[in-house]
């Protein structure tokens, strides 16, 4: 007797995915229609701000935190996500603090600029602007 050779599959016919197939098809068909329904949504409203986004990051994170009670396995997802929360709470950060490094500057910039020259009273562009609408006006 010969041993029964495997049939190849025809190459016309459809091939019939898998049920684990079928169901991530059906996951990306999804996917991709939440997509288009969020483009046409941003093409009648702006986009929100990176804040609101990282605002709406947050309260999906603190959810998976509740629901991880009862399904431990999504501890690590709520560690995973937590991890740019916590870089765009540092760049707020960074950037008060060079706003303020910045503001120091100039308030050192202004007073070094009336020390050096004391007798130098100087008017302000807006009260200089004032006095010649006034003179206009004359």
Known sequence: MTP????????????RPAPASEHLLAQLAEA???????????GRHPAPELETIIKLH???VLNLSL???????????VKDL????MDWAQLQ?????RELAEKKLEAQNAL??????????ALSPETLEKIEQELNLL
């Not at 991709?32 to 941003?42: H, I, K, N, S, T």
């Not at 950060?93 to 603090?97: D, G, L, T, Y």
């Not at 070094?112 to 009273?121: I, K, L, M, V």
């Open 93 to 97: 950060e960074k950037s008060r603090q």
């Open 67 to 77: 629901e991880a009670e009862q399904a431990p396995e999504l501890l690590k997802l």
């Open 32 to 42: 991709a229609r939440q997509c288009q329904e969020l483009e046409a949504q941003f």
């Open 112 to 121: 070094r600029a009336r020390q050096a020259n004391p007798g130098d009273a």
């Open 58 to 60: 947050r309260v999906l």
């Open 82 to 85: 937590m991890k740019p929360i």
């Open 4 to 15: 029964e050779l495997p049939l190849a599959p025809c190459p016309t016919a459809p091939a």
